[in-house]
């Protein structure tokens, strides 16, 4: 198996039925405490399991490397260690993605990671490692908050427990967690679950930690918490507080976003496929159902979600479903006899909008009073504007605009490309954003829903997320031929009746 860096990850629990573990000490002037966090490691460790220690000197200031060497060297560690030194100070986060990207390359089961200045306990290591060996969780975090009140016991600054609460609360709240404490250092992960998320794409800073958290949940990873104690001493502390909540809550609401495919950034895709979500399809199929006649006849091209194909039959329809691959292979399909046609696929519209329009009008060349349904994003999205003025544009996997759209639209690009091609617009409606998804308080959904639908109606060219169109073909040449000559072979009959 392969991770998202392409390394090729390769398992030793095989080889080896202890399974490997790796204690990854990052170091950074931590010259005073490095021997004894090393010392502090529990022998009992290798009873269960191959150990083996890795500290990385992050570049320190200090002796931090040669204290670090010198104990290895010693023997004063109870298993096999390395030691490293960044040339150039890669950061927390940084130093972070080389050692679990050295656990990846070496085969390791499990990673580790403690501080090199003492602040988590090592000897709390057997316990953290336990729900990992057991297959309970993709990650392990020791918690300081399990506790109530124990971390202000250990010595925390009354600032940083009220800031790791709040902090807490708004990131169980966004992205519907229920984790004690987003920010504890103390983390013990499953080397397989660290190669199916993008970590080398995450900040080198402290925030970094959030990240990677915001990954393993959006990938479905689980994760297990497990009390440690908490110990504050005379290190110095190299965050700067501010800083790093702005940019945890930033990192917090784009992923949350993301989710819905409003904006993107690669190192929060790492959601399932069968996962994803079809936030962008809810209000327009809704819409279909309501603009649809009693017992209609309904030709769909695309592939469509099996529960709204069976709303649709229990309101009474008929319906066809047949691939939209037709379109893109000039296939012939009968319309006869067909009230509507649904284009659920965005594909040939994205990719070849004349050569769809061309398509459907010579499919319906003898069916004018059939009705086409066919829906897009609305480039000009207000949000979509404004983000363009901040020199911000990004594509999605889904949503406004996505991977595979290469043609992007209006709502007058739209209209004129099927009025110029031989249709007439027989309705148009903007579709809101899924706002039921965004929030889990329906009323207040509702309200955003109803205001958009409104703002919408009002200037759709400006505030629909996206439009649903009902066009209708022109008599076309060939239809108001046959119909002349029908029509001029039974008058011709009547003069000789007459």
């Not at 594909?347 to 329009?357: D, F, K, R």
């Not at 249709?423 to 039921?436: A, D, E, H, R």
């Amino acid at each position: 198996m392969k991770n998202d860096m392409g390394v090729e990850v390769v398992s030793q629990r095989n080889l080896n039925p202890k399974g490997r573990l790796l204690i990854f000490i990052v170091a950074y002037n931590a010259e005073r405490t490095i021997e004894s966090v090393v010392q502090r490691i529990p022998q009992q460790l290798g009873d269960q399991f191959d150990v083996e220690i890795l500290i990385i000197d992050d570049s320190s200031q200090d002796n931090t490397f040669v204290r670090s060497e010198l104990v290895r060297r010693a023997g004063i560690a109870p298993y096999e260690m390395t030691v490293l030194f960044n040339p150039v100070n890669q950061g927390y986060g940084g130093n972070q993605k080389i050692g679990f990207y050295y656990a990846l390359e070496n085969g390791f089961d499990w990673v580790a990671l403690v501080h090199g200045d003492g602040q988590y306990a090592p000897e709390c290591l057997p316990q953290l490692i336990e729900p990992l060996a057991a297959g309970e969780a993709e990650a392990v975090f020791g918690s300081r908050m399990l506790e109530n009140r124990s971390a202000l016991r250990g010595g925390m600054p009354f600032y940083k427990y009220v800031g790791n609460k709040i902090l807490t609360k708004f990131q169980n709240t966004l992205l519907q967690s229920d984790l004690s404490e987003f920010h504890s250092g103390y983390r013990l992960y499953a080397v397989e679950a660290l190669a199916k998320v993008p970590f080398s794409l995450n900040s080198n800073d402290f925030h970094f930690d959030t990240e990677i958290i915001i990954q393993f949940l959006t990938a479905g990873h689980r994760i297990k918490e497990l009390p440690i104690p908490t110990f504050y001493g005379d290190e110095i502390c190299h965050v700067n507080g501010l800083q790093y909540a702005a940019n945890v809550c930033l990192a917090t609401l784009q992923s949350r976003v993301q989710k819905y495919h409003i904006f993107y950034d690669r190192k929060f895709d790492c959601r399932a496929k069968e996962d994803e979500s079809r936030t962008t399809l809810e209000y327009i199929e809704s819409a279909v159902v309501e603009s649809l006649a009693p017992n209609a006849s309904l030709l769909v091209l695309g592939r469509i979600d099996p529960i709204f194909e069976e709303t649709l039959r229990a309101e009474g329809h008929d319906i066809v479903v047949v691939s939209a691959d037709v379109i893109l292979n000039d296939e012939e399909v009968d319309v006869s006899g067909v009230d509507y046609l649904f284009v659920a696929d965005e594909v040939a519209l994205s990719l070849q909008p004349e050569e769809m329009v061309s398509y459907l009008l010579k499919v319906c060349s003898h069916t004018p009073k059939i009705k086409i349904i066919f829906h897009a994003g609305n480039i000009a999205f207000f949000l979509t504007r404004v983000l363009l003025l901040l020199g911000r544009f990004s594509y999605t996997r889904k949503g406004l605009v996505n991977f595979k759209q290469k043609r992007l639209f209006t709502l007058r690009s739209m209209r004129k490309l099927f009025v110029q091609n031989g249709f007439s617009i027989c309705s148009t409606q903007g579709m809101p954003l899924p706002y039921n998804r965004f929030c889990s308080w329906k009323t207040f959904a509702a309200v955003c829903k109803n205001m958009h639908i409104f703002l919408a109606k009002v200037w759709t060219a400006l505030f629909a997320y996206q439009f649903l169109l009902i066009v209708q073909p022109l008599p076309s040449l060939p239809y108001l031929l046959d119909k002349a000559v029908h029509v001029s072979s039974t008058k011709k009959e009547n003069i000789d009746c007459g």
